[in-house]
């Protein structure tokens, strides 16, 4: 199962808005370098010397989701470099249909191209290896081994403002059960679950966690049955991972209960008992590279591979969304106070000791878990109530 | 838990038995119609668009039913008119409300609006076990506590049912008592359309609260289905539809109480079902009275267009 497919549609109007004021602090400081690169040497570094940058999604647009924030981060590129012209294609399949579509951008002058779902690895590989003077990034993937100078792959940690998060349910909630709807049991699903449940369990040691899965990425009805089961429980604070994300959250809502929102600022959904949410910000990262690529800085950077952004870096394509009314000054010191310890040199969500519902270490204390180990993870932690579907 | 559960199951399956009940008739005419799901979906499109305009769930499944009738229509006149084959018809049919939800919805995803509310019936939900299962509803739950006898009434106690029976066995003898066998199926076919547009507009606009491309993910289909399991008939189509219902609802139920059970299993529980209860029905319709046994019409589905 691909990264896209955990992330498609949402209710995304706000992410556009962040998205265009990151243009304009990427715009003031992004100093125009398209034509600086061709002194000196006739090898010029891949990715320079182009006269457009191409950006392919796997879904249409405006999908209220993942490809609707990737083709924000792709406009804020446009804003911040008005010299080059930004090619967008939607709806391209993870197959050699994307490569065609990559080559015909290179054709139009692309000299920089963004794959931004996870499936579109293998044509964004074979591209960059059939044109060595192009940049291919590809959104989601760790590779292993040899990485080819001009290929790079990079993503967020979703899992950290999905901690802060957990902060403010475990602050917020009355009777300590919280409850977390989420598709399918994969690492980057329990990943944030774990984070919920960890960021609850520093600021409230009886908080619980709940889990429910559904076992699709947008069914409504099951969402529906879902979240009712969960409230009937006595849980009062409700989070998500789900493609689609309106029926948890009016129902959610409509229970009187707390929602932490998930992909997009769905606050207008849940006028009083929003809390705060995650959401995605493409714009700054994809900048910030395009400005790499340009400036000749590609190769070896760290960019060429295995690029994870988080507090630590900023430019995290993943952040925290706005306060709900509901949340006191109290607990948003207590967001910054983790803020600033998750942020530090050996600050991370899954700082050790972490220790798994069996009552097992899994980080053992004193140690951080590198992005590998993160996203790899296949366990709960403790506090979270309910198991791994088992096969 | 039991009580969460078939409150679950009643609330899951109330969309299912819209659709069953309106398959019900369709076949007991004489035609399948595998194209149900796809009227449930423009049911439930057009229920959240027109709800999402005029701010009245009312008005939406009015819409809901219209929509749903029309794309029905469509496989009466394939079928119907131009003798197509009636398998093939539905699925095309269901292809057709697909692609025209996913295009005209695009603009609805994410719009809120003032869904049905559940109205506890006085007194009645007062009732122990019996009150949260069945009287804490919103009133499309309670249309089709009606519906269901209605229908029974109307098929076995009534002339205009003795009608649409005798279009599914034995189309010529209608015509020797003077009706249209093809009117009675078309009107038949219609309904049952009409039936699964409100069964998605009570997904959309009361039990999930939202529009998404493709939600009704199967439960047309159940329908379909269940309408065998029932034998045709639509107070077994109750029963079908809760259990059905119900099934869905006992893997959260289960989950939200930290219980773990195999997840994979539980997903196929509701299909398991349907197969068991298939089995069972197909052991006993070798010895069963004829009012068990499929209308003489669907019978002759591999013929695939229906008998005039």
């Known amino acids: ?283 700054p990262l994809y900048t910030t590279m395009v400005r790499t690529v340009l400036d000749g800085g590609f190769t070896g950077s760290e960019y060429n591979a295995n690029f994870r952004v988080g507090l630590k870096t900023g430019d995290n394509p993943f952040v925290q969304s706005a306060y709900g009314p509901a949340v006191d000054d109290a607990t948003k010191d207590l967001v910054e106070q983790a803020k600033t310890k998750i942020s530090a040199e050996d600050g991370s969500p899954f700082a050790g000791p972490v220790v798994d519902q069996a009552g097992e270490v899994r980080v053992p204390a004193g140690t951080i878990p590198d992005y590998q180990t993160i996203e790899s993870i296949d366990y709960f932690v403790d506090g979270v109530v309910g198991q791994i579907p088992s096969s | 838990m039991i009580v969460d559960v078939l409150t679950g199951g009643v609330r899951g399956g109330t969309a299912i038995l819209y659709a069953a009940l309106g398959e019900t008739i369709a076949e007991r005419a004489g035609v399948i119609n595998l194209g149900t799901e796809g009227s449930m979906l423009t049911g439930a499109l057009a229920a959240y668009a027109v709800t999402a305009e005029t701010g009245s769930p009312w008005a939406g499944v009015v819409a809901g039913a219209a929509a749903g009738g029309l794309l029905a229509l469509v496989h009466a006149v394939m079928v119907l008119g131009r003798a197509a084959n009636q398998l093939a018809t539905g699925l095309v049919v269901l292809f057709l409300g697909l692609g025209l939800t996913s295009m005209f919805g695009a603009a609805y995803v994410g719009r809120a609006i003032s869904p049905f509310q559940p109205y506890p019936i006085p007194l009645l939900a007062d009732i122990p076990w019996l009150g949260p299962i069945f009287f804490q509803h919103d009133p499309l739950v309670y249309g089709s506590y009606l519906l269901a006898p209605a229908i029974w009434w109307l098929l076995y106690r009534s002339r205009p049912g003795l009608t649409i029976r005798g279009a599914g066995e034995r189309g010529e003898v209608l015509t020797a008592y003077g009706h249209s066998p093809q009117l009675v199926r078309y009107l038949a076919v219609v309904t049952g359309g009409l039936l699964a547009g409100v069964g998605g507009a009570h997904l959309s606009t009361a039990y999930a609260n939202a529009w998404f491309e493709n939600m009704t993910a199967g439960r047309g289909f159940i329908a379909v289905a269940l309408v065998i399991f029932a034998a045709w008939h639509p107070l077994r189509a109750v029963g079908g539809a809760y259990l059905f219902g119900a099934a869905l609802a006992l893997s959260p139920a289960l989950q939200a109480r930290g219980l773990g059970f195999n997840q994979f299993a539980l997903d196929a529980l509701p299909y398991l079902v349907t197969i068991a209860a298939l089995v069972l029905l197909g052991r006993r319709r070798s010895n069963a009275a004829p009012r068990r046994a499929a209308p003489e019409g669907l019978s002759r589905v591999f013929e695939l267009t229906p008998a005039k």
């Not at chain 1, 590779?143 to 917020?172: H, M, Q, R, S, W």
């Not at chain 1, 908080?207 to 699709?216: E, F, G, L």
Request: glycine content about 10%; overall charge negative.
């Open chain 1, 1 to 283: 199962m691909s990264i896209r497919r955990l992330t498609r549609r949402g209710g995304l109007a706000a992410t556009t808005a962040t998205a265009l004021a990151a243009v304009l602090l990427a715009a003031g400081c992004a100093t125009n370098t398209s034509t600086a690169a061709s002194t000196g040497d006739t090898t010029e570094a891949p990715g320079t010397g182009g006269t457009a940058i191409g950006f392919i999604f796997v879904g249409p647009k405006d999908d209220y989701g993942y490809n609707q924030a990737a083709y924000a981060g792709s406009q804020a590129v446009a804003a911040a470099y008005p010299d080059l012209e930004v090619l967008t294609a939607e709806n391209v399949p993870e197959d050699d249909n994307a490569t065609r579509v990559m080559e015909s951008m290179i054709r139009k002058g692309a000299k920089i191209i963004f794959a931004t779902s996870y499936g579109h690895k293998d044509p964004a590989l074979k591209v960059a290896a059939a044109n060595p003077d192009v940049v291919v990034l590809q959104q989601g993937n760790l590779v292993d081994g040899d990485v080819p100078p001009n290929f790079g792959t990079y993503f967020g940690t979703v899992y950290e403002p999905v901690y802060l998060a957990g902060i403010v349910a475990g602050k917020t909630t009355e009777t300590n059960k919280l409850g977390y709807v989420y598709a399918f049991p994969i690492s980057q699903t329990l990943d944030n679950i774990n984070a919920f449940q960890l960021g609850a369990a520093s600021v409230n040691p009886d908080a619980q966690t709940y889990v429910v899965n559904t076992s699709s990425w947008c069914d409504p009805a099951k969402q529906a049955e879902a979240t009712s089961s969960l409230l009937s429980q006595g849980v009062d604070v409700i989070s998500q991972h789900q493609d689609c994300t309106a029926t948890i959250i009016r129902t959610t809502e409509a229970a009187g209960a707390y929602t932490v929102g998930y992909h997009a600022d769905a606050s207008e959904l849940a006028p009083t008992g929003w809390l705060t949410g995650s959401e995605w910000d493409w714009g």
